[in-house]
């Protein structure tokens, strides 16, 4: 028998047979580990799962996995301490929406980049949510459109939304439900604070995922969500809801490869002088001419400059 997981707390889980939304407990039989993975958790929410279980499921006999099917997609980060650990934030997502604020936590561009780059790696559709405008039309107007301009020229789509007033709230639940015709499965992330539980509970008032404050001193958020969950949203699709990432690294990306997941500087690389081309001492090199004309964003090249550096750092 299969089924998705819809939530991972250490040990356990919670498996649905999508798109029902009838939730029963299991547990991993033994060590199960991914062929050529990395990572510390060998299941994700959002695999496909096969199972044993006696008929019902019940707490006090949990079903048990015994497989995880290939998955469609994923998103995968590493820990930017000394463990340099890989997690699997999620699998098999129909598209990723990045939540951040441009203040209060500040956006931290080169963590969107590197987030950016790993769902272009590994396939995920993306799209960047910018929370709470209300608080910026006025006080940070000049900031507001060159963050369009900077995502928007990339070749991201920028939704603007305020969970709080509920402006573009409405848009954003017509997409969730047009993903696969309302069976579409997809992630909210971002870093703590920029408020994707608020936004799932404005999107559903009957979802009850849990909201904090932002801390005065540091500016950032606490963490609230503290387990990977998938909700069922009423008017169609689901959501995995994930705990705020402070930290993002890239896994198994060669560093000659990166530019090719910067879609700007795809566009243009074809036109340098030498071929590969890291785009950093070369001579005749479009992507540094495009930077110098402002047709690709200064903040996007530091950043790879910044994933070249962390590549080399680590290896």
Not at 62 to 77: E, H, L, S
Not at 159 to 178: F, H, N
Request: include cysteine; proline fraction near 5%; aromatic fraction near 8%.
């Amino acid at each position: 028998m299969k089924a998705t997981v819809v939530k991972h707390t250490g040990s356990h889980y919670l498996l649905t047979r999508l798109p029902g939304w009838d939730l029963f407990p299991a547990v991993l039989r033994g060590r199960i580990r991914l062929k050529g993975s990395s990572a510390t958790n060998p299941v994700a929410v959002g695999d496909l799962v096969e199972f044993e279980a006696e008929n019902p499921c019940s707490e006090s006999s949990p079903a048990v996995i015994t497989g995880i099917m290939p998955r469609r997609n994923y998103i995968i980060r590493r820990s930017t301490n000394l463990s340099r650990q890989a997690h699997v934030i999620a699998a098999n997502v129909d598209r990723a929406f990045i939540i951040v604020t441009l203040d209060y936590p500040e956006v931290k561009l080169p963590f969107l980049d590197r987030l950016l780059v790993t769902c272009e790696v590994y396939g995920v559709p993306v799209t960047i949510v910018l929370n709470k405008v209300d608080l910026y039309r006025e006080s940070h107007a000049g900031m507001l459109a060159a963050f369009h301009e900077i995502y928007e020229g990339a070749g991201y789509e920028v939704l603007e939304l305020s969970a709080m007033t509920g402006e573009g709230v409405d848009g954003l639940r017509e997409r969730i439900a047009g993903e696969r015709d309302g069976e579409g499965v997809c992630l909210f992330s971002g870093v703590s604070g920029v408020g994707k539980s608020s936004l799932i509970k404005a999107i559903d008032p009957s979802l009850e995922p849990r909201t904090g404050e932002i801390s005065d001193v540091h500016l950032q958020g606490k963490h609230t969500t503290t387990f990977y969950e998938m909700y069922k949203v009423g008017s169609g699709g689901f959501i995995i809801d994930t705990p705020g990432i402070r930290g993002f690294g890239l896994v198994d990306l060669e560093k000659e490869e990166i530019a090719k997941y910067f879609p700007e500087m795809l566009r243009v690389a074809q036109d340098c002088r030498f071929t590969p081309c890291t785009h950093t001492h070369e001579p005749h090199c479009a992507v540094k001419e495009a930077v110098e004309n402002g047709i690709i964003s200064c903040d996007r090249y530091s950043s790879y400059l910044g994933m070249l550096d962390e590549e080399t750092k680590y290896r």
